[in-house]
């Protein structure tokens, strides 16, 4: 069965304070690792899309990485308005992203 | 438009209630998906349309859920008889293309509150 799970489930950073999120998956077939900010009240905004193991790409104070079996999304220097979740997705069917749960950011400043 | 575009924004039902939520994906985008988001977790998925054709409805979770895009376009998720469990942030997404590699954007959600 394909899943993803994210971990932490929260994270609290001072402003500055540079963290890792992670992203774990298990997929019969990758297809792409999709990366999506949410904010409250608000649908996924997408960041990323990491295709191979070995891949980077970074966005402002954000950088995301992928291996065989986790991606990990890198924030620099964080800023009060990188609060947010974070969310991750697999699409291995092609017809369906398989979501993980999430993780809560809040940068205090 | 620029994005995708959802409606009502809210709606609150009595339980019971049939209710239609309505999808206005980006133009020109093949794939169209539905979802259901409960407080504090990701999405879960409910159907996917590649134009007109449905072609996963594995997600939506009883015979009460119904969704249709007959021209390839809007698309409308009907609920029907309300229940509270049913309460969730609903929200569709589109993609350029059919395939899985191409990422998907998201409307805002449609906040279903059956009371």
């Known amino acids: 069965e394909d899943q993803v799970t994210q971990s932490p489930e929260a994270l609290r950073l001072q402003e500055g304070e540079s963290s890792s999120l992670n992203c774990s998956y298990t997929?019969?077939?990758?297809?792409?690792l999709f990366w999506y900010r949410q904010d409250p009240g608000k649908g996924p905004e997408f960041l990323f899309t990491l295709y191979s193991a070995g891949e980077e790409k970074e966005k402002e104070r954000l950088k995301a990485t992928l291996t065989k079996k986790e991606s990990f999304l890198h924030i620099t220097a964080p800023k009060p308005e990188d609060s947010a979740t974070y969310l991750c997705a697999v699409n291995p069917s092609g017809q369906n992203f398989v979501f993980g749960p999430g993780t809560r950011l809040s940068v205090l400043p | 438009g620029a994005g995708v575009s959802q409606s009502p924004r809210y709606k609150v039902a009595k339980r019971g209630q049939d209710v239609a939520l309505r999808c206005d994906p980006i133009?020109?985008?093949?794939?169209l998906f539905w979802y259901q988001q409960a407080l504090g977790q990701g999405p879960e998925f409910l159907t996917y349309f590649q134009n007109e054709a449905q072609l996963d409805k594995s997600g939506l979770p009883s015979d009460r859920f119904f969704a249709e895009r007959p021209e390839g376009s809007v698309s409308t998720l009907k609920i029907q008889r309300t229940q509270q469990e049913d309460s969730a942030v609903y929200l569709c997404?589109?993609?350029?293309?059919?395939?899985?590699?191409?990422?998907?954007?998201f409307g805002q959600g449609t906040r279903l509150t059956v009371v």
């Open positions: 997929v019969s077939g990758l297809r792409g």
């Open positions: 133009s020109g985008h093949v794939s």
């Open positions: 997404a589109s993609s350029l293309a059919h395939g899985g590699n191409t990422e998907a954007f």
